[in-house]
């Protein structure tokens, strides 16, 4: 295959940068594998890495600084056949830490080269995530309190399958860069080099320098053994393969009458863990099982299993407008959070109003409301159920709803293991 | 007004299922999210509907890698959408701009919760709307529709697909925890879905990636991964064939070009109700949940004999400024009730200089009822 090396944008690096045998190595990986400029999509990052789509006649996209895995992330789930090569620097690496991590994590089939030259090249030589503290850089004594990174160490810690850590310089990494790119699944280089516009001016480094900082780790060229698993998207389609079609949640047929045609509005207030919003739909799905128009809102804390739970139901033959419920017809206390999230209220209902009081221990505020008791514990019905049972008791009443009504909700809600637990509770009401 | 009627089909859904089947149905395939309250229902929503039909769903490490995603499988040609609340947006923000100038479809649920920060998960508000306008550096302009209730966010999804592969930007999706965690019933069947619009293809022959079609201010896209363009994206100021320009004559016609796309077109992306008499002696102008605080407040308000009418915004980027000035035009009063302190008054302000505006603005997690309102009303 010929050179994808665009000969009108040639490498604008500074004299002497190791980028250049970078972008060299990686041309000749891509000749190596017999690739066409359109099989690929190189990603580069921010900084001197970001300029390397540039250089070659491939799909490219450049965007932010330490996000180049995120796109490569979607570019890849959406077209799985493109080759997608990420360049990223020393920079990228520590502004885009929580990519880096997800993308081990994930095993996404991209191959990640790290332009590894231990300094912000572009903005002037600050030092970076992998600059050693003895460095002198554009930070002033900053790189001196905190200690560099190892990125093959970091990235086989988070679960990358294949790695290498290698030199700019080194004669054979065209093939360690064919040989990511062939392996199935996330691979990354960190590719160790100098900057001579930066860092050089200051810091000693040469071929020999590098060679020799790379003797004194364990070497990575290639599988992790450990890290060695499915890729990601093989991995999602073995799951998603077996997945039913989705379908719209079903129309509810209308099959019951109301027992009042105007709008009713209907106030629970509970505790977490006592159904409260479950009980809201099936007051709603009971008013659309008689061709009702329902809104149910919610109020309940960020925690959960814990605090108040209240839902505000309303029922209507007209649209509805306003989803909350300043004069409920009916209020139904199951528990004292939700009275003192409303405590309010019961001041101002009208004597037209009832009050479905789950328990006799609960404790009302002053009201004109006509209380009813329901004594759930006294007629044995647990804490969880209190909720389904006053709809049960309201039901009874033919307020709102009817039987017929609450028992078709139950049908459409529940499976029918539960549909026929929560029928019990009904009848025992 | 509809009453009931036999043939009706109504379904139970919250505004965040609304959104997932919206999307579905305008051929989105690709949603990437991290999970936030209000707003994580659209991610389980998703997940049941996507992957079963050959899409992808990501749930990404934070939200900058979540928009990154869509980035990505957007420019492989893929109908994406993301959502979040607040917080989320203020992480999206620098990859908004990337979308903006660079021309990627993509809709964002943003479903508002109350602030400032992470505030409260569970509560209401619309607190962003000048945020989701302003959100991304260089001030361009982006595309924000505004559902009412969890009907409107099924619709406007799909319509916001529509305008983000028409126009080649971001669309929001301006929801709300009202809408989105509140189920309601809702007659998909009997209501008019839009047409589904797919972005324009460029001609392969000499394609520059952002060199406008013919007749038009918007450039036709070849996806990355083109078998035989190779096809450039990038986030730097570029010219018509995606390299860095540094000429200020190609720069400066490239964001004019982008602000007119959108500001030449609000006619293209007008939706609004207007309910009451024309020539009614208040007006109220009002968008998402609090909408239907005004209809309320008007019925009543019909009721005792007073002259009234609901401009309900459903676009709220670009301003619908023609709308806004003729809806009230015969008006000596408007009410603008907002959950938050004034946020869109300053839109309306500066559209109607010379007539008497009653702001009503609360953050505080409730809704507005329509009692608050008739407060004003009757000041």
Known sequence: MPSLLNTSRPPVFCPGCSHEFVVKALDQAFQDQGLSGTQIALVSDIGCSGLFDTFFHTHALHGLHGRALTYATGLKMARPDLHVVVTMGDGGLGIGGAHLLAACRRNLDLTLIILNNFNFGMTGGQFSATTPPESIVGSGFLNQVERPMDACQVLESAGAPYLVRTSAYAKDLAQAIAGAMEYAGFSALDIWGGCPGRYMKRNKISPKIIEEGLGRLPARSGVIPGNERMEYTQAVQEVTSQMPKPELPSAVPTVCTPPQDTEQGVLILGAAGQRVVTAGELLGLAGMSAGMQTSLKNDYPITVLTGHSVSEVILSPEPIDYTGLSKPSVVIVLAEEGIQRRKHLFASLPETCVVLRAVPELELPATRAQVIDLDLKAKGVKKADHALASLAALARKEQVLNMEMLKAAIDIRFPAKIAEASLKVVDAV | ?379
């Not at chain 2, 949603?31 to 229902?41: E, L």
């Not at chain 2, 980035?71 to 893929?78: K, L």
């Open chain 2, 1 to 379: 007004m509809s009453t009931i009627t036999s043939t009706r089909k109504l379904r139970f859904m919250d505004g965040n299922e609304a959104a997932a089947w919206g999307a579905y149905y305008s051929g989105c395939r690709y949603f990437a999210g991290y999970p936030i309250t209000p707003a994580t229902g659209v991610l389980n929503a998703v997940l049941d509907i996507l992957p079963p039909v050959g899409g992808q769903v990501l749930q990404a490490e934070d939200e900058i890698a979540s928009i990154g995603a869509c980035i990505g499988a957007s420019m492989a040609g893929m109908k994406t959408m993301t959502a979040t609340s607040g917080p989320g947006i203020s992480l999206y923000s620098e990859q908004l701009s990337f979308a903006v100038g660079s021309e990627i479809p993509l809709v964002i649920i943003n479903v508002q919760r109350l602030g400032p920060s992470t505030g409260s998960a569970t509560k209401g508000a619309d607190g962003d709307v000048q945020f989701m306008r302003w959100n991304s550096s260089g001030g361009l302009p982006v595309i924000v529709l505004c559902p009412t209730d969890v009907r409107d966010a099924f619709v406007l999804t799909m319509q916001a697909f529509n305008l983000a592969e028409h126009f080649r930007c971001p669309v929001f999706v301006a929801s709300n925890k009202e809408i989105a965690l509140t189920k309601e019933s809702v007659d998909l069947d009997s209501i008019a879905w839009p047409p589904v619009q797919d972005r324009t293809p460029a001609r392969e022959e000499g394609f520059l990636p952002f060199a406008p079609a013919e007749d038009s201010d918007v450039p036709g896209f070849l996806p990355l991964g083109h078998p035989r363009v190779p096809v450039r994206q990038t986030s730097s100021t570029h010219g018509e064939d995606g390299y860095i320009t540094t000429d200020p004559d190609r720069i400066q016609a490239m964001q004019d070009r982008l602000t007119h796309k959108i500001e030449a077109h609000a006619q293209d992306m007008a939706f609004y109700e207007y309910v009451g008499p024309r020539d009614a002696d208040m007006v109220i102008i009002a968008y998402g949940i609090t909408a239907r605080t005004a209809l309320a407040a008007y019925k009543q308000v019909t009721r005792e004999g007073g002259s009234m009418a609901v401009l309900i915004l459903k676009t709220l980027w670009p301003v619908l400024e023609k709308e806004i000035v003729q809806a009230c035009q015969g008006a000596s009063r408007i009410i603008v009730p907002e959950m938050n302190l004034g946020q869109y008054n300053r839109e309306i302000q500066r559209l109607l200089p010379d007539k008497k505006i009653d702001c009503l603005g609360q953050m505080n997690g409730n809704l507005l009822s329509p009692e608050q309102i008739m407060e004003v009303v009757h000041a």
